[in-house]
């Protein structure tokens, strides 16, 4: 997932989609820290080719944390 | 938490409920029998529409006039002793994300307000197939995807149990109508629980099938949304299943299995001696309201005293399967609506729009590693968990949700988390079939509490018959919201 940055940077990038405004792009920019944690916890999971993603890497938890 | 008759609701047995909280099953046979006019069953439901859905919300759309239409035509066509379908007559709440052909289908969206489409979904021509009578268009949270508003095209709908409380969704509506008494049943989606949340709050059967079982054809994006039945009793899930089920070939994703016979075979099983897995780890590593886990464990003992043998089973991945269905759902629901968020932002709700963004970011190498996580786990849970040759389960055992009422569900923090979704979404991007049946009353508001369980890939007709058994060793589904 490509680093979204700032909620300024989010407004920026943005504006050239859908007429954002400040407040939307600060909402979104919360959103995406979610998103974000997803998206690198599957990239982490898939390996090398022509490896598989190993089960024993896989969470036991909701959060994904088994600490 | 007791099974007795302190609990919410009316608790009636079958022989002194009224007609509108008959079950579908029931209604149908009398419609055949020539005991109960279609005509009358559907003013029925539209006379408690008028009066309820300005309270409940549950409707956006009532086709009032073409369901008096077609349910005339099903009491002519049994006047005449001809064959009618296995829903003849029935009156059937769809979401309103559903495409209904000459009525408009608007995903409670204010871009969407004027949409007629052209075309029933398929689910919908096999409804009407089955003899169906599609009574209107049931609320939802605007397209599927974010929290309700109240400047949403139609206000968020009130759960029927406690109207103090909202509809959980994101088929909100198609649950208000179905627990109400508004409908005999209710069709939505669900693509990460969005039938088997509102089927939990509202103390209905909510089934999601397994993926490709129920075709999709006409439908908007997301693939591991399922359209799915919610109904009062299990009988009436099979009858629904077995009118929604079937190989669609122009539909990429219809799976092309012969029909079952689901209602036909219900009874047939004998769960003694099925296993029962239940992945305590992860089930209590969920911030749990403590009626919750306490419904939970009525449901397992239940299940126990059925015959069957309840263990605990480590599940590898729920969450990663969670994140995964997370992340497809966002890249599908931005790649849909990017063209139409830049010409017609303002149409949109104001939380929705920044929903509909969250998927901007996305690079086709996130949505082919969700994907990849997500058969992983797939297979996991066919070749360790559901397979006879290891744990031998026959069905995983969880709560629905970790919360009674959809307040929590509401809070941003808790929403943009999909907490409430924890039980229900890996089973999306894995596809199994998966159930909330009801198991039980919050004492504090009254509400519904569900419990899930879920199969093996192509296993509904086991689910069924596991939930069935369950049902027939309670009462829940006895009890009605007293409208």
């Known amino acids: ?67 | 938490m007791s099974n007795n008759t302190d609990q919410p609701g009316t608790p009636g047995t079958e022989s002194d409920t009224p007609l509108h909280y008959l079950p579908l099953a029931e209604q149908a046979r009398r419609i055949r029998s020539g005991e109960l006019s279609a005509v009358v069953l559907t003013r029925a439901y539209l006379g408690r529409i008028h009066s309820h859905n300005p309270q409940l919300n549950s409707f956006i759309t009532i086709d009032e006039d073409r369901a008096i239409e077609q349910a005339q035509r099903v009491d002519d066509a049994i006047s005449r002793g001809e064959q009618v379908g296995p829903l003849a007559g029935i009156p059937l709440a769809v979401k309103d994300s559903i495409p209904t052909k000459g009525l408009r289908t608007t995903d409670n969206s204010n871009l969407l307000a004027d949409w007629v489409p052209e075309h029933d979904a398929a689910a919908v021509e096999k409804l009407r197939r089955a003899g169906a009578v599609v009574i209107g268009k049931a609320n939802l949270n605007e397209f599927g995807w974010s929290r309700p508003l109240e400047a949403d095209l139609a206000p968020p709908p009130w759960n029927p149990w406690n109207p103090r409380f909202a509809s959980v969704g994101s088929s909100s509506g198609s649950g208000a109508a179905a627990s109400g008494g508004l409908a005999s049943a209710a069709i939505g989606t669900d693509g990460g629980g969005s039938i088997r949340l509102p089927g939990g709050a509202h103390g209905l059967i909510g089934f999601k099938p397994t993926h490709g079982l129920v075709s999709r054809r006409g439908m908007d994006h997301n693939s591991h949304s399922e359209i799915s039945p919610l109904t009062r009793t299990v009988e009436d899930a099979a009858l629904m299943l077995d009118a929604l089920a079937g190989f669609v070939p122009d539909d990429d994703m219809s799976w092309p299995g012969a029909p079952v016979g689901y209602a036909d075979r219900l009874s047939e099983a004998d769960v003694r001696g099925w296993r029962i897995g239940v992945p305590w780890k992860f089930v209590r590593s969920a911030p749990n309201e403590p009626e919750v886990l306490a419904a939970f464990e009525e449901f397992l003992g239940t299940l126990e005293s059925l015959g069957c043998e309840v263990i605990d089973v480590p599940v590898r991945g729920l969450a990663e399967a969670r994140m995964a269905n997370f992340l497809v759902l966002n890249a599908e629901a931005y790649q849909r609506h990017a063209k139409s968020l830049g010409e017609y932002w303002d149409s949109y709700g104001e939380i929705t729009r920044v929903y509909l963004m969250q998927g901007a970011y996305l690079g086709a190498d996130d949505l082919l590693n969700a994907s990849e996580v997500g058969r992983t786990v797939r297979g996991l849970l066919e070749s360790e968990i559901f397979s006879a040759d290891k744990t031998g389960v026959r069905a995983l055992a969880m709560p629905t949700s970790p919360f009674v009422t959809a307040e929590r569900s509401r809070r941003p923090g808790e929403h943009s988390r999909g907490i409430n979704a924890c039980f229900t979404a890996p089973f999306n991007i894995t596809g199994h079939p998966s159930t909330s049946v009801p198991a039980g009353f919050s004492e504090s508001n009254g509400l519904p509490i569900g419990a899930m369980l879920t199969t093996a890939l192509h296993n509904d007709l086991e689910l069924l018959q596991l939930a069935h058994a369950h049902e027939q060793a309670t009462n829940w589904h006895l009890r009605h919201p007293e409208l």
């Open chain 1, 1 to 67: 997932m490509q680093d979204p940055g700032s909620p300024s940077d989010i407004m920026q990038r943005m504006m050239s989609t859908a007429p954002m405004s400040q407040s939307d792009a600060e909402q979104l920019h919360q959103l995406l820290a979610g998103v974000n944690a997803a998206a690198t916890r599957m990239a982490e999971l898939v390996p090398i080719f022509p490896a598989e993603v190993d089960p024993n890497l896989l969470s036991l938890t909701v959060d994904g944390n088994d600490d």
